[in-house]
């Protein structure tokens, strides 16, 4: 009997030690966190409700920058190449084009309106030329068909840069490489409720572990971008761990008393907390 005790304690041992190997996340130094902790940043720059002043748009980063907020934004390919700033996958809620973003060159992606605007997708390197170093970025990596083409584009353009910034995805695997080709920036990894992406198509155990934090053993994220909300027993635990605690999105001042960095919009929260 004893033994047999013995045998499954040391099993449930084994097992806590695998899950903890598994979400434990990296430690950002004081340096790295410095730009951004106790700070809100602009959800695809500072951008109007009605998209009157559309979202990842230049005018919206101007605006982020000049009201002395951080901003967060997303990147991706052009059929040719290019790293422009878009979030959708595809161009029909922004654009109102039936087509992918990587389908279209960038002259082809530059003759469509943000939301029936004067603006157009910007170029990454067009939004940096606006943002000028004034105010800190969360980058946002999209996942897609050449995902290590983009993060190597990323971080060219970012090594060109003078400014402060981090990067994220929701693709663990983009994070994992910034882990080992960039491991000076601090990197996060975007995750929600399991639920959730299942919901969105995905396979209730892909979905399980990324909404558990199960592949922070390749990325080892030094900070968790968790949408607002409940979060699983184990995102929590990584928090405990050491994981930076940033929420999204905010739509109220709320997500500030227990979160270290607050991604937000359509309200105008203090710049620092």
Same mark, same amino acid.
């Given at each position: 009997m004893i033994k047999i005790l013995l045998t499954i304690l040391i099993i449930i041992l084994a097992l806590i030690l695998l899950i903890l190997f598994l979400i434990t996340p990296g430690h950002a130094s004081a340096a790295k966190k410095e730009a951004f902790i106790g700070r809100n940043f602009a959800h695809r720059g500072l951008y109007e409700k009605d998209q009157s002043i559309p979202e990842n748009s230049l005018t919206a980063f101007k605006r982020a920058v000049e009201a002395g907020y951080g901003m967060e934004l997303d990147v991706q390919l052009s059929r040719d190449g290019q790293v422009v700033v878009f979030h959708d996958d595809d161009l029909k809620r922004v654009c109102g084009v039936d087509k992918?973003?990587?389908?279209l060159t960038l002259d082809e992606l530059k003759a469509l309106s943000l939301c029936g605007t004067?603006? *157009?997708?910007?170029l990454f390197t067009e939004v940096l030329k606006v943002v000028n170093g004034q105010t800190?970025?969360?980058v946002e990596l999209k996942n897609g068909r050449r995902n290590r083409e983009l993060c190597q584009k990323t971080l060219e353009i970012l090594n060109g840069y003078n400014g402060k910034y981090?990067?994220?995805?929701f693709n663990p695997f983009i994070t994992a490489w910034f882990r080992f080709h960039a491991p000076h920036l601090m990197?996060?990894?975007?995750?929600?409720?399991?639920?959730v992406y299942v919901k969105d198509g995905l396979s209730p155990v892909i979905g399980g572990m990324l909404g558990r934090g199960i592949f922070n053993f390749a990325a080892r994220p030094e900070f968790m971008a968790h949408k607002i909300g409940k979060k699983t027993f184990f995102v929590r635990i990584a928090e405990k761990l050491g994981a930076v *605690?940033?929420?999204?999105?905010?739509h109220d001042s709320d997500a500030e008393n227990d979160h270290d960095i607050v991604i937000f919009?359509?309200?105008r929260p203090e710049i620092r907390y």
């Open positions: 992918d973003v990587d389908a004067e603006e *157009r997708i910007p800190p970025m969360i981090c990067v994220e995805s990197r996060g990894f975007l995750c929600q409720l399991p639920e *605690r940033v929420a999204w999105t905010a919009e359509h309200y």
